[in-house]
């Protein structure tokens, strides 16, 4: 039997387990795919020895510290950072591939429109970096949004009016807003959206974040990250497949 799995920490949730649990069996493939939760990333050493493992997703917070324990990355994946699909090869090697912007770019799509000439990326994690590169090749200019900006980022006291208003695609990258604690939302000025406005949540859990309750009341359409989940683990199966 084949085994992929989704490595991350506290990862209980799983909507990836789930997933392809179902598809395996709809599609009755002799396939298992499994959590691997570990505490520290060095426990990733057993996971590479084990022959059965094809292929695995990379979550929170392992996405740009596993880089270091493959072989090689794909040339997209080495451009954003950030690795969230793994390759077992025959030969034993590992390499790393990214498909969340994959996922991220044809979930937008159908809801983007000529207006939209700037980002505000919430966040800069693994995640952050991929949409980065998405929006890189969609011709979007993007900021990012930090609690501990650099100088080519915008802490959130930075946003004002002007900027909401210019920004009209606002990504949340955050984790807040996840079940349980889906009161929580990124601290932007929700006065200032409107109609015009895209506000995409990566989460998926729960279905309408705080984040999107609060820009839908202005009018702007809101996304969340479910159709992107589905996208990139489509995705996933096709390069452990290739």
């Known amino acids: 039997m084949n085994i992929y799995g989704l490595l991350g920490r506290n990862i209980g949730y799983s909507f990836s387990r789930n997933y392809f649990s179902n598809k395996f069996e ?3 493939l002799n396939c298992q795919y ?3 939760d570990l505490k520290k990333i060095d ?38 950072g950030a690795v969230n699909v ?30 939209i000439k700037k980002a505000l ?13 998405a929006l890189r090749q969609l ?12 100088f080519e980022e915008l802490s959130y006291t930075d946003l004002d009016e002007d900027i909401i208003r210019d920004f009209r695609l606002i990504i949340n990258c955050t984790p807040l807003g996840t079940y349980p604690n889906i ?22 859990n729960p279905k309408e974040t705080t984040f999107m309750k609060k820009g839908k009341e202005k ?10 989940l589905i996208l990139q683990a489509e995705k996933s199966w096709e390069i452990w497949n290739q």
Do not use: W
């Open 121 to 133: 990326i919430l966040g800069t994690g693994g995640a952050s970096k991929a949409i980065g590169y």
């Open 34 to 36: 499994q959590n691997f």
């Open 43 to 80: 426990e990733l050493i057993p996971l590479i020895q084990n022959k059965d493992i094809k292929g695995v997703n990379v979550t929170i917070p392992y996405k740009e510290v596993i880089i270091p324990y493959l072989d090689t990355l794909d040339p997209v994946a080495n451009e954003i």
């Open 219 to 228: 009018g702007a359409t809101t996304l969340n990250g479910l159709q992107m």
């Open 183 to 204: 009161e929580n939302c990124p601290d932007i000025p929700y006065n200032y959206l409107g109609e015009h406005h895209i506000l995409y949540d990566l989460i998926y």
């Open 86 to 115: 793994i390759k077992f090869e025959n030969n034993g090697k590992l390499t790393g591939y990214n498909s969340d912007y994959y996922g991220f770019t044809e979930s937008l799509k159908p809801v983007l429109n000529d207006s």
């Open 139 to 150: 011709n979007i200019h993007y900021t990012f949004v930090s609690r501990n900006p650099d």
């Open 26 to 28: 709809k599609e009755n």
